[in-house]
């Protein structure tokens, strides 16, 4: 596994510099209760209210108390912060919300962070900057980076198998990500500060192979899936190695799922739309759509609409309306901005993943 730090490794081309990217990380079982040995006492430990009971009898009341997330809108944080009382560290335990809100804690107080993550929905985990809610937009602020991230083999595998599944969407979006940039540069309409980098997306592509060629040990939560998981999900702290640029590592497939979010004013399980993005990304430049496709439905991630709570028209009319969103929002160059999607399209996006699934029936 990478370590972190920038080195450099030689590739065909030469020497090619490899960005520094992830943050220490420690596999391996029992971790949280290990917390207790060395986190600085008393810790806060940010969490949510359905997982404390779980971890609470591995940790010392003498030692820390729990900080149970309720909401992520920046007013609310501000206000329990004022009220907590004073602490020697912050340990995230839980899923995006909880080691968001952990990041935010830490930076607002300047505490040393612990990141424990119980499900590898998201790369929030890897990423400096906490995504909190103001006025109920999503804003992406603040500076933490972790002591270390502990990956308990145990307590991934003990969550509902699809909030692990869902992490291949922060992974298998580099390929639509780098799909986009290639088409921004090669149409002259690539930012100025974000030259392609054909080195970077390269390694982004690494990682979307790794994701391919070992479907079965992720969709069996295997050591080595969880580690290949862990290592794409890494990626996402290139954000900031490459100076804070996303052009290799998203695109259209988070377009899409920013289009549906805005329409809807849901809350997604952020891999499934995520996912459904990548394969209309694939499909609109005619790139390894089918193999996606397949990927995500034998992994076992579902991106039918239905188990995301949306109808057809709902996913219809986000996508048939993509255009004007993309450009309205003045996200980076993507295919999406050039090319309307068609009611055709529509229908062999919803013929591609019918084959793929089946039919919906309530679970
Ligand atoms: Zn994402």
Redesign the pocket.
């Known amino acids: 596994m990478q370590q972190p730090g920038s080195t450099v490794s030689r590739s065909a081309g030469g020497l090619q510099p490899v960005k520094a990217y992830g943050f220490p990380t420690v596999f391996g079982r029992n971790l949280v209760a290990e917390l207790n040995d060395f986190v600085h006492r008393p810790f806060l430990v940010v969490t949510m209210a359905d997982l404390w009971p779980v971890f609470e009898p591995l940790l010392d009341p003498g030692h820390c108390r729990p900080y149970l997330v309720e909401s992520i809108e920046e007013q609310d944080l501000l206000r329990d912060l004022a009220e907590l009382p004073s602490c020697e560290a912050i340990v995230g335990l839980g899923g995006g919300q909880a080691l968001d809100v952990a990041k935010y804690f830490a930076w607002k107080r300047r505490l040393p962070l612990f990141q424990v993550p119980t499900a590898l929905s ?2 929030a985990v890897f990423g400096q900057r906490s995504g909190v809610r103001s006025e109920g937009r999503v804003r992406y602020l603040g500076w933490a980076v972790p002591e270390s991230v502990f990956i308990d083999y145990d307590v991934l595998r003990a969550a509902p198998r699809h909030l692990n599944y869902s992490g291949i ?2 992974i298998l ?1 580099f390929h639509t990500g780098v799909l986009d940039w290639k088409y921004a540069s090669e149409t002259g309409k690539c930012e100025a500060k974000w030259p392609y980098d054909a080195a970077l997306a390269a390694q982004s592509l690494e990682k979307v192979e790794a994701v391919l060629r070992r479907q079965e040990a992720i969709r069996d939560l295997t050591d080595e899936g969880i580690r290949v998981l862990v290592d794409g999900l890494q990626w996402g702290t290139t954000y900031h190695g490459a100076g804070w640029m996303p052009r290799h590592i ?1 695109g259209i497939d ?1 377009f899409v799922f920013y289009a549906l979010e805005r329409q809807t004013g849901k809350k997604f399980l ?1 891999g499934q739309p ?1 996912c459904l993005g990548v394969y209309v990304g694939s499909l609109m430049h005619a790139c390894r759509a089918q193999e996606m496709l397949s990927a995500v439905a034998g992994i076992g991630l579902d991106i039918r609409p239905e188990a995301m709570g949306l109808t057809w028209a709902q996913v219809s009319e986000a996508l048939l309306g993509l255009k004007s969103f993309v450009g309205e929002a003045g996200l980076w160059h993507s295919i999406a901005h050039d090319v309307e999607i068609t009611p055709d399209l529509v229908d062999e996006i919803r013929d591609g993943i019918a084959s793929a699934y089946g039919a919906w029936s309530k679970p």
């Open positions: 998201v790369n969407g922060d979006c998203e988070h952020h995520v």
